[in-house]
Each structure stands twice: as C-alpha cells, then as structure tokens.
C-alpha cells in the first residue's frame, strides 16, 4: 500500500524557516518524481515544487522561488520542503504527492498545518 | 501561467441526478508528446485530494465507472451519472503540461 506520512508542520514567526518531511512506503520512491501541493484556510490547491527521482532537478512557481526548496533523500525515502523567509501568506496545509509519471500525481500525504504568525 | 477557470463553482444535486463540471484552460493543454495532461481530483471533508481522473477521460484505479470525464484542448467536462452521498466534496481540475502546473478554484458539490 502507498503511504505518505508527514511530518514538521507548526508555528513559526514570520521571517522564520521550517522543513517538512514526506517519508514514503509501499513503492520504490527513488523511481518517482515528487511534488508539493499547499491550501490555504478554506481556499483551493497551488503547486508549489517538484523534485525528479534524483533530486538533481527542481521545479518552482515563481511565488516560492528563492524561498522554498524541495528535496529527497532516497537512502531515507524521505522528501522534504525546506521554507524560509516565511509570510503569512505561506500559512497553509502542506500536501506531498506522488507522481506516477503515467497517471500525473496519484497519491498525497495526509497534510500538514504550517501558520505563519508572530 | 495557466489559469483553469471551473463553472459552477458550486452544485447541489438530488442524489441520483447527474452533475456536470466544465474546466476551461487559458491555453491548449495538448503536450508535444501527444498527450493531454488534464487531471480531476476530488477533495472530500477534512481529507487529501483524491485522483478521479487523469489524461483528460481516464479513470484512475477503484474510481466508480459513475464517473467520466471528456474534452481536448481547453475544454473539458467532468460528469457524475448519478450523484450519490459519498461524492459530496470540492472536485479540482489540474493542468501538469505547462510549468507551473495549476489547478481550477474548485467545485463544490453538496447533496440536497
């Protein structure tokens, strides 16, 4: 069975950083690429990352660009989200997905809170 | 980016009913690989997105054959032949051919 189990979620001061991790199960997670998905309270999903199965190339939107960083070490079958600089604005659920690169993103992890705020 | 615009943005249906959801993209969704990269996903209460559908009109594995999906292009249409209580839920649309990916601004669906 394919689990995303999430952690590193919380408070944090605006300015601040956080890393959130994604450790995967039940497939072999260095042959998918991985992705990032975030909500905002009550609001609609916004890409944020993609990493390929190496981790040697990375995706941004440009609204994350320079702030936020994906990555995965697949010894650890673990993916994180390295955010610094945080806003308010970044306040939101955070999903990992899988992509199953013939399906698109096929599973997610159950989400974790992350609210910026002083 | 590519902006994906989702009409209704909400929908109450007497279970049983069909429902219909258009998606529309600001640009052709067509990759240079012949594909078409349009997903649906259904966000039920308090839970992650789900995939329903992916390439336009495939239904992922364990998705009711309730559910299908059409279009090309910039259109497309998500349906639900006959509404029932466990589809209750925000459905997205989401382009994966034009970094970055987006999604539409969700559909609601509620039962009557």
């Known amino acids: 069975e394919v689990q995303l189990v999430q952690s590193g979620g919380g408070l944090v001061q605006p300015g601040g950083s956080l890393r959130l991790s994604c450790v995967a199960s039940g497939f072999t997670f260095s042959s998918y690429w991985m992705h990032w998905v975030r909500q905002a309270p009550g609001k609609g999903l916004v890409w944020v990352a993609r990493v390929n199965t190496d981790g040697s190339g990375t995706n941004y939107p440009d609204s994350v660009k320079g702030r936020i960083t994906i990555s995965r070490d697949n010894a650890k079958n673990t993916l994180y989200l390295q955010m610094n600089s945080l806003r308010a604005e970044d306040t939101a659920v955070y999903y990992c997905a899988r992509d199953s690169g013939s399906y698109g993103i096929d599973y997610w992890g159950q989400g974790t809170l992350v609210s910026v705020s002083s | 980016d590519i902006v994906m615009t989702q009409t209704p943005l909400s929908l109450s249906v007497t279970p049983g009913q069909p429902a219909s959801i258009s998606c529309k993209s600001s640009?052709?969704?067509?990759?240079?690989?012949?594909?078409?990269?349009l997903d649906w996903f259904l966000q039920k209460p308090g839970q992650s997105p789900q995939l329903l559908i992916y390439e336009v009109s495939r239904r992922f594995s364990g998705v009711p054959d309730r559910f299908s999906a059409s279009g090309s292009g910039t259109d497309f249409t998500l349906k639900i032949s006959r509404v029932e209580a466990e589809d209750v839920g925000v459905y997205y649309c989401m382009q994966g051919v034009h970094l970055p990916w987006t999604f539409g601004q969700g559909t609601k669906v509620e039962i009557k």
């Open positions: 640009r052709s969704l067509l990759h240079s690989d012949g594909k078409t990269y």
